[in-house]
């Protein structure tokens, strides 16, 4: 009776992707099998050796992945399933049948589907199961992997050591560089530090509107390559949405939203006055954050229209 065993990596870091593995081990197991058990209890060296064991000699092997910006926009536990059924799908592209499917946990993540009746869930079947175990070397080694490779592109964070989870130094980095497209926005605490100004501010009281408008320029700022360091900054006397660096400018960005152009576009808005009061909320900002001093502060606008928010245009004030 062949079982497919399923197991999840990735869940709870601010960063990176999750990850499902799914495995069926060969019927007469191969000594290696008996050193199989919850990958966190392994060293790397030694899942790394697993891990080619399982990929090259198990019948059917699978992994389900779930980037964070998709993670982002249907939440956790719909991540789970759709992880899950990517990596079962994997598994069933080899045409190997099983008779029983062993989920770690508690939750039935295949529920809904025709699937559903084959499983069975276990606490601490990555422990105990040898197939979950496998499932979770593999799930383990391929994110890992994947964010050692993310690392050679954004070196500031240190994803090469803590892959992604909420350590004290990936902390430090998020709130000296910002973030990167690769963390979850939706996790706290980085939902709080792109929302929340810097220390001494205080939250912006804003609309529902408002914050969906500024969440979409934040997006298209990240992926224009800029580092987002402060979103909703207020104090007493001033305010700024979003405040970014890229290359060595520090920008300072009003976020103006129109349902339609009748009133005039973002620079109609942005008149001498406002200008003022822009410049000097950037003036305090600076003062709070003395590290930003050396970059050159510029002021911008952006245009955010329709209620599919979409950004029409940035653009520097000169």
């Known amino acids: 009776m062949a079982i497919l065993g399923i197991d999840e990596v990735g869940r709870g870091p601010l960063a990176g992707?999750?990850?499902v593995g799914a495995v069926i081990l060969p019927d007469e197991k191969p000594e290696w099998v008996a050193e199989l058990k919850d990958s966190k209890k392994l060293s790397a060296k030694k899942r790394e050796e697993l891990n080619k064991r399982i990929m090259s000699e198990a019948p059917a092997t699978g992994l389900g992945w779930v980037?964070?910006?998709?993670?982002?926009?249907?939440?956790?536990?719909?991540?789970?399933?759709?992880?899950?059924?990517?990596?079962?799908?994997?598994?069933q592209s080899h045409h190997f049948s099983f008779s029983k499917i062993v989920i770690d946990g508690k939750v039935?993540?295949?529920?809904?589907?025709?699937?559903?009746?084959?499983?069975?869930t276990m606490v601490k079947a990555d422990d105990l199961v040898k197939e979950v175990?496998?499932?979770?070397?593999?799930?383990k080694v391929a994110r890992d992997n994947y964010m050692v490779k993310l690392a050679e592109k954004y070196p500031q964070y240190g994803f090469e050591s803590h892959v992604g989870y909420?350590?004290?130094?990936?902390k430090a980095a998020i709130n000296e560089f910002g973030i990167c497209p690769e963390?979850?926005?939706?996790?706290?605490?980085?939902?709080?530090?792109?929302?929340?100004?810097?220390p001494g501010g205080v939250v912006k009281n804003t609309t529902k509107i408002g914050?969906?408008?500024?969440?979409?320029?934040?997006?298209?700022?990240?992926?224009?390559?800029?580092?987002?360091?402060?979103?909703?900054?207020?104090?007493?006397?001033?305010?700024?949405?979003i405040v970014s660096i890229l290359d060595q400018n520090v920008y300072f960005t009003e976020v103006k939203y129109r349902r339609n152009k009748v009133c005039g576009g973002g620079l109609a808005a942005i008149t001498p006055v406002k200008q003022k009061q822009m410049k000097y909320a950037a003036e305090?900002?600076?003062?709070?954050?003395?590290?930003?001093?050396?970059?050159?502060?510029?002021?911008?606008?952006?245009?955010?229209?329709?209620?599919?928010?979409?950004?029409?245009?940035?653009?520097?004030?000169?």
Not at 186 to 196: D, G, R
């Open 67 to 91: 980037a964070a910006s998709e993670l982002d926009k249907i939440g956790i536990s719909e991540a789970l399933k759709l992880a899950t059924r990517r990596a079962v799908e994997e598994v």
């Open 166 to 170: 909420g350590t004290a130094k990936h």
């Open 133 to 139: 175990s496998a499932a979770s070397i593999i799930a």
């Open 284 to 318: 305090v900002f600076l003062k709070m954050n003395p590290q930003y001093t050396k970059l050159q502060p510029l002021l911008a606008v952006a245009e955010v229209k329709g209620e599919d928010f979409i950004v029409e245009d940035w653009f520097e004030l000169t």
């Open 211 to 241: 914050m969906k408008a500024e969440e979409a320029v934040a997006e298209r700022l990240i992926h224009d390559g800029h580092r987002i360091v402060a979103r909703n900054f207020k104090t007493s006397s001033c305010e700024i949405d």
């Open 17 to 19: 992707p999750l990850v």
């Open 183 to 198: 963390h979850r926005k939706s996790f706290e605490p980085i939902k709080s530090m792109v929302e929340f100004s810097r």
């Open 108 to 120: 039935n993540f295949l529920q809904g589907t025709k699937l559903a009746n084959y499983v069975s």
